[in-house]
């Protein structure tokens, strides 16, 4: 089994951004397995977070930045790139401005800064984006695709006219080693004629011969290249650190011409949703509950414990519970959904309201006492402190967690919250009548709905 990776201990790197031009200190830390890369900003208050995620883009001018409710890092993309090249899974990043040091234009002070940290096993199954089926985005004469493979292997075309670069190719299967050797220490660059246009867009702020190789009208201004190809190989490193958005490393063969950071985002969500279908991949075994868990239901044991039945049952499967505590229950929203035909059908989203019928249907499971039958039935009276943070849309998958607040004989509150993989969609505070269950041979019979 190949495991999950942390790093040993913290580590930190300092310099100005890129972008920005802002002192910056990026610190990195051991995250437990499972938890992915987050960043955090230590110079506002209450250390906001933004994971590493490509729903989380917000720009992509000459840089990926990744933001939440305005709180944004630019140019995370050479970070990433050395987290996913060294085989880290699972690291925390502090950062005490709105940007990543831009260090020498390569991601090699970070992959060094990381490798003196060390590299520790975690007590847990590395996962991967595996590719069984190709994935492909055109954009006029700009192409990605990603076709099966049982490695990770970019391949990368670039084509300028311009005699100091012209067409350059590479390809590479990327391991620890040849990401060190080969890829790293590949410096970003841009054109003469460019850096005035960039710095009235308020860019390169940071930008010198020291972070970044600049091409002129003629030659190319530095001294030398790290490698003859060096141009290419750069923008390996780019594209394995957007691609690291995904969440977890892409066992595929990417083929990229001509590509950038809004291709690599673009391709990015299109490989979710065609691949991943926009679901998390949950493992019911790792669900953290407080205490001893039931087993998992299926939709045949959930129509057991909840009267509902097609097309209102917005319940797919129990992943975990701890009955009158908690629950975790997932449900898959697909194209088919009858409510989507007339829901601005030309762009589908699912009813908030409905959202709201999922968080509370899985809440109801809570009342289920694990022993074949529920004692009480939920019926709906009360919302409140409820927020609606995004959208839900045809394959994302609601994973919905719910927590018992208060319980008595003949009424209950929880709290609910909607999540599309680690981003909160919807969440609230429920209040529901009890009553007792009538059954007949171990089942419920239909009544009012929860």
Same mark, same amino acid.
């Given at each position: 089994?190949?495991?999950?990776?942390?790093?040993?201990?913290?580590?930190?790197?300092?310099?100005?951004?890129?972008?920005?031009?802002?002192?910056?200190?990026?610190?990195?830390?051991?995250?437990?397995?499972?938890?992915?890369?987050?960043?955090?900003?230590?110079?506002?208050?209450?250390?906001?977070?933004?994971?590493?995620?490509?729903?989380?883009?917000?720009?992509?001018?000459?840089?990926?930045?990744?933001?939440?409710?305005?709180?944004?890092?630019?140019?995370?993309?050479?970070?990433?790139?050395?987290?996913?090249?060294?085989?880290?899974?699972?690291?925390?990043?502090?950062?005490?401005?709105?940007?990543?040091?831009?260090?020498?234009?390569?991601?090699?002070?970070? +992959?060094?800064?990381?490798?003196?940290?060390?590299?520790?096993?975690?007590?847990?199954?590395?996962?991967?984006?595996?590719?069984?089926?190709?994935?492909?985005?055109?954009?006029?004469?700009?192409?990605?695709?990603?076709?099966?493979?049982?490695?990770?292997?970019?391949?990368?075309?670039?084509?300028?006219?311009?005699?100091?670069?012209?067409?350059?190719?590479?390809?590479?299967?990327?391991?620890?080693?040849?990401?060190?050797?080969?890829?790293?220490?590949?410096?970003?660059?841009?054109?003469?004629?460019?850096?005035?246009?960039?710095?009235?867009?308020?860019?390169?702020?940071?930008?010198?011969?020291?972070?970044?190789?600049?091409?002129?009208?003629?030659?190319?201004?530095?001294?030398?290249?790290?490698?003859?190809?060096?141009?290419?190989?750069?923008?390996?490193?780019?594209?394995?650190?957007?691609?690291?958005?995904?969440?977890?490393?892409?066992?595929?063969?990417?083929?990229?011409?001509?590509?950038?950071?809004?291709?690599?985002?673009?391709?990015?969500?299109?490989?979710?949703?065609?691949?991943?279908?926009?679901?998390?991949?949950?493992?019911?075994?790792?669900?953290?509950?407080?205490?001893?868990?039931?087993?998992?239901?299926?939709?045949?044991?959930?129509?057991?414990?909840?009267?509902?039945?097609?097309?209102?049952?917005?319940? =797919?499967?129990?992943?975990?519970?701890?009955?009158?505590?908690?629950?975790?229950?997932?449900?898959?929203?697909?194209?088919?959904?009858?409510?989507?035909?007339?829901?601005?059908?030309?762009?589908?989203?699912?009813?908030?309201?409905?959202?709201?019928?999922?968080?509370?249907?899985?809440?109801?499971? +809570?009342?289920?006492?694990?022993?074949?039958?529920?004692?009480?039935?939920?019926?709906?009276?009360?919302?409140?402190?409820?927020?609606?943070?995004?959208?839900?849309?045809?394959?994302?998958?609601?994973?919905?967690?719910?927590?018992?607040?208060?319980?008595?004989?003949?009424?209950?509150?929880?709290?609910?919250?909607?999540?599309?993989? =680690? =981003?909160?969609?919807?969440?609230?505070?429920?209040?529901?009548?009890?009553? =007792?269950?009538?059954?007949?041979?171990?089942?419920?019979?239909?009544?009012?709905?929860?």
């Amino acid at each position: 089994m190949e495991h999950q990776k942390t790093i040993a201990k913290p580590c930190s790197f300092s310099g100005i951004g890129l972008h920005t031009g802002n002192l910056t200190t990026i610190t990195f830390k051991p995250a437990e397995a499972g938890c992915g890369v987050t960043f955090y900003r230590v110079d506002l208050p209450n250390r906001p977070s933004v994971k590493a995620d490509v729903d989380h883009v917000v720009d992509v001018s000459r840089g990926t930045t990744i933001g939440v409710n305005g709180v944004t890092i630019h140019t995370v993309e050479h970070v990433l790139s050395a987290i996913a090249g060294v085989g880290i899974d699972n690291v925390d990043i502090e950062v005490d401005a709105n940007e990543t040091p831009v260090g020498d234009g390569s991601a090699l002070p970070f +992959l060094n800064t990381l490798k003196e940290a060390g590299l520790v096993e975690q007590d847990a199954q590395r996962e991967y984006v595996e590719i069984k089926q190709p994935v492909y985005f055109k954009s006029d004469d700009k192409t990605l695709s990603v076709l099966p493979a049982e490695e990770t292997r970019l391949t990368v075309t670039i084509a300028y006219d311009h005699a100091a670069v012209g067409t350059q190719y590479a390809s590479y299967t990327i391991t620890p080693e040849t990401y060190e050797k080969e890829i790293a220490p590949a410096r970003t660059f841009c054109f003469l004629r460019e850096v005035r246009m960039l710095q009235e867009q308020g860019l390169i702020k940071g930008g010198s011969l020291e972070n970044a190789i600049v091409i002129g009208d003629d030659a190319i201004l530095n001294d030398d290249l790290r490698f003859p190809d060096e141009f290419v190989r750069h923008k390996l490193v780019d594209l394995l650190g957007d691609l690291f958005l995904l969440g977890r490393p892409i066992k595929g063969h990417v083929i990229a011409v001509k590509s950038g950071h809004p291709l690599h985002v673009n391709f990015s969500k299109q490989v979710k949703r065609a691949l991943l279908n926009g679901h998390s991949t949950i493992d019911p075994s790792v669900v953290r509950s407080h205490g001893k868990s039931q087993p998992a239901l299926d939709v045949s044991n959930i129509m057991q414990v909840l009267p509902h039945r097609f097309p209102f049952l917005l319940v =797919d499967r129990i992943l975990s519970y701890e009955p009158y505590k908690r629950v975790v229950g997932i449900k898959n929203v697909t194209v088919n959904e009858p409510f989507f035909q007339g829901h601005w059908p030309n762009m589908p989203i699912m009813p908030g309201v409905l959202i709201i019928e999922s968080m509370a249907q899985v809440s109801a499971i +809570l009342l289920f006492d694990g022993n074949g039958h529920a004692g009480k039935l939920a019926y709906f009276m009360g919302i409140s402190n409820a927020r609606f943070r995004r959208t839900v849309v045809p394959g994302d998958q609601l994973v919905v967690e719910s927590e018992m607040l208060q319980l008595r004989r003949n009424a209950c509150r929880v709290r609910a919250v909607a999540k599309i993989e =680690d =981003d909160i969609a919807v969440e609230a505070e429920m209040s529901f009548g009890l009553t =007792d269950a009538p059954c007949q041979d171990g089942q419920i019979l239909p009544r009012k709905s929860v």
